[in-house]
């Protein structure tokens, strides 16, 4: 079969579904990847062949956007694709969309519903409104968590053709059980997100300096690149942070287990998410988690057994979060590593997700 895929970030697509492009490959299927060029897009040159789709991946321009689905369209006409597999909120609109004109059999996944539709208001509804004409003739809508998929029924979409997977999963091979660090003089806190407000970056920082000044064993990691719209914001508190040696900011880098496997606590204090897979990657590493009580974070591990969660948007909370992970033994949180890495071993195996999209491909190819 001929697939084309139509996503936003190079990068993500790489480090969460290489599995599934390496599969299809497999397979004998020839792969195609829409997307934006950045840096990231030479990493998928040996997996697919990569069609430059430029377009801005958080602005809202009408104009801008009507473009992009002429984009579409235009592939969809060239390329004569069998199946169309859409992520991220502007391919699963605009790409669907165009697969829904053209009548291309189509498969949407939705990572997250974004800050646009959580917060309400008449945008949420237009975009509500949008999704239920693009999704309406997509042979199956994943959702990564039971919330998302619970929202977007109540609001007409997706009603009837609608399934649930575990996120992206994770690779089991490729992030193995690590010896937990031992017992030295500090314990390492590390936060693996995107500098900007949604994924919890203002907590994360204000709690790094509260724990600092209570106590002298505790050191903050950071690990992720910021949102052009908000570096001025976030740039010039984190170097401060960092010359005071409250916490050491990594910027983006590919090997975060590298990272992870140092940490003693891993922190994802985010409002919202599809499925987290940094959270996912923590526990297959073996690491106990702090992260927010929403979902797509809560599902990744058990409360009290291989992590805590917290009241998002609370600075507050994520401390106190912190002091009861803290009281623990060295033993006790290293137990609730192990018991993590269980978890997602049993419920989070990436082969879950790329099984499931060789059955739907299966099921397109029967009824042609």
């Known amino acids: 079969m001929k697939i084309l895929i139509l996503t936003n970030y190079a990068n993500g697509l790489y480090l969460f579904r290489k599995e599934l492009l390496q599969t299809f490959a497999k397979d004998g299927h020839k792969v195609y990847v ?6 990231n897009m030479d990493k998928l040159k040996d997996l697919c062949r990569v069609i430059k789709t430029p ?15 002429l984009s579409y369209l235009r592939l969809l006409r060239k390329k004569k694709p069998d199946v169309v597999l859409t992520y991220t909120i502007k391919p699963n609109l605009y790409g669907a969309l165009a697969c829904r004109i053209k009548k291309v059999p189509y498969l949407c996944n939705v990572t997250g519903l974004g800050t646009a539709i959580e917060s309400g208001g008449v945008l949420s509804k237009m975009l509500l409104f949008f999704y239920r004409i693009s999704m309406k003739d997509a042979r199956r809508v994943f959702f990564q968590n039971m919330r998302n998929r619970d929202f977007m029924n109540k609001n007409g979409i997706a009603v009837e053709n609608h399934a649930l997977l575990p996120g992206s999963g994770v690779n089991l091979t490729e992030h193995p059980l690590r010896d937990y660090p031992p017992q030295d003089k500090h314990i390492r806190f590390l936060a693996v997100i995107r500098i900007m407000k949604d994924k919890g970056i203002e907590e994360y920082l204000e709690a790094a300096r509260i724990m600092k000044k209570r106590h002298k064993n505790v050191k903050f990691y950071l690990v992720g690149e910021y949102e052009e719209e908000t570096r ?18 990594y910027g983006h880098i590919d090997n975060v287990e590298e990272v992870m496997a140092r940490s003693h606590v891993i922190v994802h204090p985010s409002y919202h998410e599809g499925l987290s897979n940094v959270l996912l990657e923590a526990a297959a590493c073996g690491r106990p988690v702090l992260a927010s009580d929403v979902s797509g974070c809560v599902e990744t591990f058990v409360a009290g057994e291989s992590g ?24 006790e949180r290293r137990q609730m590593g192990i018991a993590g890495r269980a978890w997602v071993e049993n419920n989070f195996d990436r082969n879950i997700i790329i099984q499931t999209y060789e059955d739907e491909l299966k099921k397109i190819k029967e009824r042609k």
């Open 55 to 69: 377009f801005d991946r958080r602005g809202m321009n009408p104009f801008q956007d009507f473009k992009l689905l």
């Open 232 to 249: 001025e914001l976030y740039e010039p508190q984190i170097e401060k942070l960092a010359e005071e040696k409250i916490i050491k900011y």
């Open 34 to 39: 829409s997307l934006p060029p950045d840096e």
């Open 308 to 331: 805590f969660a917290f009241e998002s948007k609370s600075t507050d909370a994520l401390v106190r979060a912190m002091e009861k992970i803290l009281a623990l033994s060295h033993e």
